[in-house]
């Protein structure tokens, strides 16, 4: 008796044929037999048996027509995305709540950083700026304070200017090596995964105001 076969893999569009994207999550070759799941030639079940899962399989020919088929579907538009950490995000308004003034300066320009500014409460907010340290000592300025009072947080070469001049000079742990071994303290945590939220702690203790501002969710 033939094995009964069925395909499921319709989803992936033929190569170098335009097509629409098909919201369809199996390769273009899997199918359902007698024993279970298969994906380009290979049983599922077999490799969740050898490597465990969850499992993640793709069929690198299907893969690969599928990024040509979003291509052709999106050949002059271009999307500009900024992740946030919620966590950095909290860790900037309990700073802030216990008195320091943040500011943000970035080189580029964001819709989504003036709006996470303002969810944030941050009001000093600068962005598509070419000469960092001039804006840092504007800023220092307007808020009477001298450099060695301020702390900065950056993890690119632009970003040496004011890391060197500031009293409190911080690097999330990605940034170069000439950036870490020119600052005070380098995050354990990842830039967008906690880093801020980390700094911000670590300022809070040194100043003495992190736990009354955790007393108030023990309340």
Partial sequence: ???????????????????PVVPNPWPLDASFRADGLWIAGQSAVALAARYGTP???????????????????????????KAFSAHDGHGLKMLAASGVACALLSGRRSDAVTKRAAELGIENVFQGVEDKLAVFRQ?????????????FMGDELVDLAVLTRCGFACAPREAPEAVRTRVHYVAQAGAGRGAVREVCELVMRAQRTYDAALAKYLA
């Fill in 1 to 19: 008796m033939a094995e009964r076969t069925e395909s499921i893999g319709t989803g992936a569009p033929e190569a170098g044929v335009p097509s």
């Fill in 139 to 151: 800023l220092i300025e307007q808020k009477r304070v001298g450099a060695s009072e301020t702390g």
């Fill in 55 to 81: 499992l993640l399989v793709f069929d690198r020919s299907d893969l690969v027509a599928r990024l040509r088929a979003v291509g052709r579907a999106f050949p002059k538009t271009f999307y500009a995305v």
